[in-house]
């Protein structure tokens, strides 16, 4: 099992909807969740961090975070083309050593 | 938040030889991270970069290969030793973007090995 999963996609959504991103992870001791965006030909780029359950929302973006289930999602409302992108769940594992453990990655697709 | 200068951007290499990458920091950190991304892949963390200590290397990733320096909190080199073409991958080093708000990125090497 790897420790941070994610669905490689390609998720296709039409602009102006809602593109749901899904992410799970192994490590119970988990305590901080991170969204990556990366364009292609670019280095990754943070769009958001949870911490605590529950949601968080920052503009256009909210994360949720289930930690009794080890999910957590990100809702992209009112998707752009401009939100093209492959975005990446990030998860600090246990022992506190700073590191940052990634999922593969879900292609979105924004079409027009 | 910290803001880092990488390079080189890309490079070409002939295999058997060495590359070193830099990256700098403009602000003081404890620890620096050099991650991996293969075409098509996700990050793969290599190792931890501690300032007045050895690195400390991922199951996979070894010292010989992948030597690492860290000679004071704002800077670190990555070489990758002796190359082939697998290690033909965009290389990254990340450091904590605030206290526990993240981490940012350097722009990345892009290695070809021909």
């Known amino acids: 099992q790897k420790e941070v999963e994610q669905n490689s996609g390609p998720l296709s959504v039409p602009e102006g909807a809602i593109a749901s991103l899904n992410c799970t992870y192994s490590?119970?001791?988990?305590?901080?969740f991170f969204w990556y965006r990366q364009y292609s030909g670019k280095s990754p780029e943070l769009i958001m961090s949870?911490?605590?359950?529950g949601d968080k929302e920052d503009g256009r973006f909210t994360a949720q975070l289930n930690k009794a289930s080890q999910y957590v999602s990100l809702l992209i409302r009112d998707s752009q083309p401009s939100d093209s992108a492959t975005y990446l769940c990030?998860?600090?594992?246990?022992?506190?050593?700073?590191?940052?453990?990634f999922g593969q990655g879900t292609t979105l697709q924004v079409k027009p | 938040s910290a803001v880092i200068s990488q390079k080189p951007s890309r490079d070409i290499c002939q295999r058997g030889t060495s590359l070193t990458i830099q990256c700098q920091v403009d602000s003081q950190v404890t620890m620096m991270f050099w991650y991996r991304q293969q075409p098509g892949q996700s990050l793969t963390l290599i190792a931890t970069a501690n300032q007045g200590s050895e690195a400390t290397y991922e199951s996979g990733f070894v010292i010989d290969k992948f030597p690492i320096s860290r000679p004071n909190l704002t800077f670190s080199t990555l070489t990758v030793s002796n190359m082939s073409p697998e290690d033909s991958s965009i290389y990254l080093c990340?450091?904590?973007?605030?206290?526990?708000?993240?981490?940012?990125f350097g722009s990345g090497t892009r290695l070809t090995v021909v």
């Open positions: 990030a998860v600090t594992p246990s022992g506190n050593t700073g590191k940052l453990i």
């Open positions: 949870i911490y605590s359950n």
């Open positions: 990340s450091v904590p973007k605030d206290a526990n708000y993240g981490y940012t």
């Open positions: 490590d119970r001791g988990s305590q901080s």
